[in-house]
Structures are given as structure tokens and as C-alpha cells.
């Protein structure tokens, strides 16, 4: 991307999922994933902030993203207590322009932590506009592992021969050794003669047998 290019804000961020649960009873919903996606021919940065960042730690909260590639951004609740429960904080990702800083684009995603019981009322944050810094996770190394949006994906193929075209292949086969209409059989195990057409047509098919079982390798 050219700098100078002025996107007051407004290029679209693709991030999944928007919305994100934690369940207080259940303690492998503590972890969760946001995906952030660049679809873009440049590459972009993207930072995390969020109304209530005491709650929560984020790994990899600054980064960039490469082009056409995509990143995971692992989320913690560190605050989970029926005290918390119902209370919908906001995360914002902002992407920026790798080169100049300039915020390009942003986009929210919210965050409950729901109790067993479904809530009577769903309370926001005191000030959800007030979007504060997140620290890097200090857990450990973060994870910064980036892989493509499009992975190049085709038809699951057997390493085992397709049985079918190989009967058919032994059939065409034994049919082009049967003598044809007119010769004298060398075998006496060889009691019927094949035309010369139906010859043609065993090593018609037996070529397009060939083909499907060379194929896969």
C-alpha cells in the first residue's frame, strides 16, 4: 500500500467471530479465538484494546498481518466470577497502515461472561467508549504463527487403486489375446472369437482405464 493514502478510518476489517462467550462453570471456555483476516495486497498492523483489559490478557496484541494471510488472536479471561457474570466488555482491532501508523479501520467484538442461568439483563461496561491498551500476554511465548486465507485444496484421492477400473482393465485385456473372427484359436481353453471391432473397442477402454488408475500418482 502507497502511503499517503488517506482511509479515514473506513477500510473493512474482517474478524471472526464478533461476538464471544465465556461460561463461568466451564473452564475450557476461558481460552477463546478471534481470527483477524487480510484479504488485502499489502500488508497491515493491527492492535487490541479493550474497555476492561484487567480482565483479560491477550496474546499477540500488536502484530501485523501479511498479505492474503490470516492470524489467531487468543483471548483469557482472567477475572471469571459470578461478580462478572452478565457484563458485556468490548474489544476493538484496530488496523493500521504498516509503514505510516495511520488507523485504517477498526472494528468491535463483544465479550460475556455468562453464568448457568440465562441472564435477566445484560449490563455494558460503566464507559464502553473508553477503549484502553491490552499488554502482551506474559504467560509465555506468544503465538504468532500466520497462515494463508486460501489453502489450496482438491479432491481427496485414495492411495489405493479404484479396484472397478482395474477389473475392467483385466477384462479388455484378456478380450485383445481372444483370437479374432476367422484365425484359429491357439489354445484350446480359448473357445470363442472376439471381431475386430469389439477388439477396438477393449483397447479404447482400456487406455481410459489406464488413465484413471495412473491418475492419482
Given at each position: 500500500?502507497?502511503s499517503?493514502i488517506?482511509?479515514d ?5 474482517f474478524i471472526?467471530p464478533?461476538?464471544i462467550?465465556f ?12 481470527t483477524l483476516?487480510n484479504?488485502?495486497d499489502f ?11 484487567r ?12 498479505s492474503q494471510?490470516c492470524?489467531d488472536i487468543v483471548i483469557?479471561h482472567n477475572?471469571v466470577?459470578p ?6 466488555d468490548?474489544?476493538r ?11 485504517i479501520?477498526k472494528?468491535d467484538?463483544?465479550a460475556t461472561?455468562?453464568s448457568?442461568?440465562?441472564?435477566e439483563r445484560?449490563?455494558?461496561?460503566p464507559?464502553?467508549?473508553s477503549f484502553?491498551?491490552?499488554p502482551?500476554?506474559l504467560?509465555?511465548k506468544?503465538?504468532?504463527?500466520q497462515y494463508?486465507?486460501?489453502q ?5 484421492r485414495?492411495?489405493n487403486?479404484?479396484?472397478?477400473a482395474?477389473?475392467?482393465g483385466?477384462l479388455c485385456m484378456?478380450?485383445?489375446f481372444c ?8 489354445s484350446?481353453f480359448i473357445?470363442f472369437h472376439l471381431s ?6 477393449a483397447?479404447?477402454?482400456?487406455g481410459?482405464?489406464?488413465?484413471v ?5
Amino acid at each position: 500500500m502507497q502511503s499517503g493514502i488517506q482511509f479515514d478510518g473506513k477500510l473493512p476489517v474482517f474478524i471472526f467471530p464478533t461476538t464471544i462467550s465465556f461460561y463461568l462453570e466451564d473452564k475450557t471456555s476461558h481460552k477463546q479465538v478471534l481470527t483477524l483476516y487480510n484479504p488485502y495486497d499489502f500488508v497491515i498492523s493491527f492492535r487490541v484494546l479493550c474497555t476492561a483489559p484487567r480482565k483479560y490478557t491477550v496474546v499477540d496484541s500488536e502484530g501485523t498481518v501479511k498479505s492474503q494471510c490470516c492470524i489467531d488472536i487468543v483471548i483469557r479471561h482472567n477475572a471469571v466470577s459470578p461478580g462478572n457474570c452478565d457484563v458485556t466488555d468490548k474489544f476493538r482491532i484496530q488496523v493500521r497502515d504498516h509503514s505510516t501508523k495511520q488507523v485504517i479501520g477498526k472494528r468491535d467484538v463483544t465479550a460475556t461472561l455468562c453464568s448457568d442461568r440465562p441472564p435477566e439483563r445484560e449490563r455494558a461496561t460503566p464507559d464502553p467508549d473508553s477503549f484502553q491498551s491490552m499488554p502482551n500476554s506474559l504467560l509465555g511465548k506468544p503465538n504468532s504463527q500466520q497462515y494463508p486465507i486460501i489453502q489450496k485444496t482438491g479432491p481427496s484421492r485414495a492411495n489405493n487403486p479404484n479396484f472397478t477400473a482395474v477389473i475392467i482393465g483385466v477384462l479388455c485385456m484378456v478380450a485383445l489375446f481372444c483370437p479374432t473372427e476367422g484365425e484359429s484359436s491357439v489354445s484350446n481353453f480359448i473357445a470363442f472369437h472376439l471381431s475386430v471391432n469389439i477388439k477396438l473397442i477393449a483397447s479404447y477402454v482400456l487406455g481410459l482405464v489406464t488413465m484413471v488408475v495412473l491418475k492419482p500418482y
